[in-house]
């Protein structure tokens, strides 16, 4: 599926890539419901149709991803509750071994991320991965999310790559819609982002459901 001949800039991830979706979506539409629900003397249900429309309204921005925003939209800790259920936090199957493949080669590897930098950091404090990539980036740094062509031009601006070589690996088709618009060549789609749903149909991009369909043969 990858020529690794034709890579040399290798784009990762984290949430639903590297990570399990599990926790963010259980953190998102179960814990955070639960906490918001008994700090306002709501029933559960109630919590859920308050907040799940903000939610929706804030997809694909900056605001999204932002734990400041949250905590302030809220009223709620929302980094001090990320750490109360950090234990969930978990590397999906075999990217450990893709990383250390690619890690070994002479490949560029930055982590490009829109999570917020203290939920960035509470995970790699938590799964150690952090020493596999050249650079870490998140698209706070760039006041821009991933979604946007903004955020290619400063990451290309700041840590230049060739996009005809550079292989990017994303859940989210959105994200990979927008790297295909700025030009990246070679994009991937993970098709089992949360272990505990179902595999995912995607069309529009080539995707695997793990890391050994295209590790790298050093």
Request: charged share 25%.
């Amino acid at each position: 599926m990858i020529e690794w001949n034709n890579i040399d800039t290798v784009l990762l991830d984290m949430d639903g890539t590297l990570l399990d979706l599990n926790f963010d979506n259980h953190f998102w539409l179960e814990f955070v419901p639960s906490r918001y629900a008994e700090q306002n003397g709501l029933s559960i249900e109630q919590a859920k149709q308050k907040l799940f429309p903000q939610f929706k309204q804030m997809e694909g921005k900056l605001e999204w991803y932002c734990l400041d925003y949250w905590s302030d939209a809220l009223k709620l800790d929302i980094m001090g509750l990320k750490a109360e259920i950090a234990g969930l936090i978990s590397v999906l199957p075999h990217v450990v071994e893709f990383l250390e493949a690619v890690h070994k080669s002479s490949r560029q590897v930055i982590l490009v991320t829109n999570a917020h930098r203290a939920s960035l950091d509470l995970k790699m404090q938590k799964t150690c991965l952090d020493h596999f990539f050249d650079q870490i980036i998140s698209s706070h740094d760039y006041g821009s999310p991933k979604e946007t062509q903004e955020f290619w031009l400063q990451l290309d601006k700041q840590h230049a790559f060739d996009k005809q070589r550079a292989l990017m690996v994303d859940d989210s088709l959105a994200v990979l819609k927008s790297a295909r618009i700025y030009g990246v060549k070679h994009l991937l789609s993970i098709s089992k982002p949360d272990s505990r749903l179902a595999k995912k149909i995607i069309e529009d991009f080539p995707s695997i459901e793990d890391f050994r369909e295209i590790m790298p043969c050093l």
